[in-house]
């Protein structure tokens, strides 16, 4: 044996690299690369050993978007206070940047992008001797997007159905209900998404372009709201991406942005929702004992919807239930359906617009 | 498979095609310098490594293998952690040296406890000059031949390997004292290495 070859022998067993500081150095690799594609965006290397001293600033995580996070802060910028589980930073890193390779779907004169979406709400009551009794209702709803967004979009609501019962009283209340609402669905046809008097898609282009600036707007617009500042900000987050609507470049900042809300963390591999799989990135809210994920397609960046499971047991919902979900498919078609009104059923009833989106009957 | 001048050159218009380079080579970067240093710095520059390297895309030269420049540019990262590179040599024990140390000493008939060549071997990689250290870890622990290791600190081929004839001198006689000898008569002869270039 030479030289070279005892050398080869030295330290031969070294570890390999740990799952965290390859997903660390991959998410901040990552942010460089996104930076790349937005202007705007900042990367710094990912350091775990400096973890330490970013605790004594009130660090829970440090993720690749994390890290960027931490420059900003120390420069004084925000109120920088940890952000998503590594692995979760990582994944939504890649889901921005498949967000903006995929970009949206080209849309020629007269076609539409076909938004699909299954949406399932609790329904509670309390029953007389006290106990609470819930059951879960479907809306199927199929927005029509035109090429130019100023043209009219046509939005078919269907009718609110049960989906789901726990017990034979929620069954029977669920018929109950179903039956006394007497939904049949609407159609619904406005220029520039304003249905019922207002728009219902919010306004993409005035949201800061920098995902740590709008993180910071989103707290700021959500201060005091919700359960908690984290669960409201993640919240609206997801209202805003289970729209179905929001451009390519809005829809990889807002995902950037759960970067930045710290306890986001991988909730499942591979989710099934609705029929489609995809990672679930979510947060867990101790004081509702609830979770709210994302759930995202990694090949492409696109949301396959979201939902919000329950650990609790209360409520009338049995613990670890999936007690709300919206799950979205988009496509462009040729035609949209015809007819329907600016303000759907409530024309049909004869009721006045008072304007701002409110109406008497 | 695409290889890693078409991952590379993909990567000049395609930022996110970088991530094929990072996910082959992320785990080779962070052995060697986890060997050189320690697993934490390892953390470091492999991230960095790859930052820079994306930084540095357009400059790739379009060979093959790029593990010669990403373990370049991990060697130029190391620098900054050298104090710790020279503790850890100052460290290296007798584990170190892996499973078949006992016999290579008793092939190289040192007759000594591995300790003690533990030791010689740490101070001897202290020692080298940064270059001669560089050229040798990159050929013995990043498995680059004399063009790779020439590529990697962007220096001739005839520079590598007098700096490689030089450190494996060295190392020789950390391992087996009685090599010294041996040099010296070798020296005479004119066998010895040409000189740096």
Not at chain 1, 20 to 29: G, K, M, P, T
Not at chain 2, 15 to 25: L, M, R, S, T
Not at chain 2, 40 to 45: E, G, H, K, L, N
Request: proline share 4%; aromatic share 8%.
């Amino acid at each position: 044996m030479n030289e070279v070859s005892l050398l080869r022998q030295i330290r031969s067993d070294a570890p390999e690299p740990e799952r965290e500081a390859v997903d660390q150095a991959r998410a901040a690799l990552f942010e460089r690369i996104h930076a790349d594609a937005i202007p705007g965006a900042r990367s710094v290397p990912a350091k775990r050993h400096r973890r330490a001293r970013w605790a004594g600033l009130g660090v829970l995580g440090a993720g690749a978007l994390t890290v960027a996070l931490v420059a900003t802060n120390l420069l004084g910028v925000g109120d920088w206070r940890g952000g998503a589980d590594p692995a979760a930073a990582n994944a939504l890193n890649q889901a921005a940047l498949a967000s903006i390779d995929t970009s949206d779907p080209a849309l020629l004169p007269g076609q539409y992008l076909l938004v699909e979406s299954n949406s399932v709400y609790g329904n509670t009551t309390q029953v007389d001797d006290g106990e609470y009794v819930s059951y879960l209702t479907l809306n199927r709803d199929k927005l029509y997007v035109p090429a130019d967004q100023s043209d009219e979009w046509i939005w078919e609501r269907g009718a609110r159905v049960p989906y789901q019962s726990f017990n034979a009283e929620g069954e029977a209340l669920a018929q109950r209900e179903y039956a006394a609402a007497g939904q049949t669905g609407e159609t619904l046809r406005a220029p520039n998404a304003e249905f019922y008097g207002n728009s219902v898609i919010p306004d993409f282009e005035a949201l800061p372009k920098d995902p740590q600036q709008l993180l910071d707007y989103i707290y700021k617009t959500t201060e005091g709201q919700g359960i908690s500042a984290d669960w409201m900000a993640l919240l609206w987050i997801t209202e805003a991406l289970r729209t179905g609507v929001t451009p390519a470049d809005v829809r990889a900042n807002l995902y950037l942005a759960v970067a930045g809300i710290p306890g986001v963390e991988i909730t499942e591999q591979t989710a099934n929702l609705d029929g489609q799989t995809g990672i679930a990135i979510g947060r867990y809210e101790s004081k509702d004992d609830s979770r709210q994920d994302i759930i995202i397609d990694p090949d492409t960046g696109t949301l396959i919807g979201e939902r919000r499971i329950d650990y609790s047991g209360d409520w009338g919902y049995p613990a670890n239930t999936v007690r709300s979900f919206t799950a979205i498919k988009t496509s462009v078609v040729d035609s949209a359906p015809g007819g329907g009104t600016q303000n759907g059923h409530l024309d049909g009833e004869g009721c006045t617009d008072l304007g701002s989106g409110a109406f008497q009957c | 498979m695409s290889s890693d001048r078409e991952d590379i050159f993909r990567a000049r218009d395609d930022p996110g095609a970088f991530a094929a380079v990072f996910d082959k080579y992320s785990a080779l970067v962070h052995r060697y310098v986890a060997r050189r240093v320690d697993a934490q710095v390892a953390d470091d520059v492999m991230s960095e490594t790859f930052l820079v390297a994306f930084e540095r895309r357009a400059s790739f030269d379009g060979s093959e293998d790029a593990r010669p420049w990403l373990l370049g540019i991990a060697t130029n990262l190391i620098k900054k952690h050298a104090r710790l590179e020279a503790k850890a040599w100052k460290g290296l024990v007798a584990a170190d040296l892996g499973e078949v140390r006992l016999d290579a000493i008793d092939e190289a008939n040192a007759r000594l406890d591995a300790t003690a060549t533990a030791k010689r071997i740490g101070a001897a990689l202290r020692r080298l000059p940064a270059g001669d250290r560089d050229a040798l870890l990159l050929y013995a622990w990043g498995d680059l031949n004399y063009e790779g290791v020439a590529v990697a600190l962007n220096i001739p081929v005839g520079t590598v390997r007098s700096r490689l004839n030089r450190a494996r001198r060295k190392l020789r006689i950390a391992i087996d004292p009685g090599a010294a000898r041996d040099e010296e008569v070798e020296h005479e002869r004119g066998l010895a290495p040409a000189s740096d270039s």
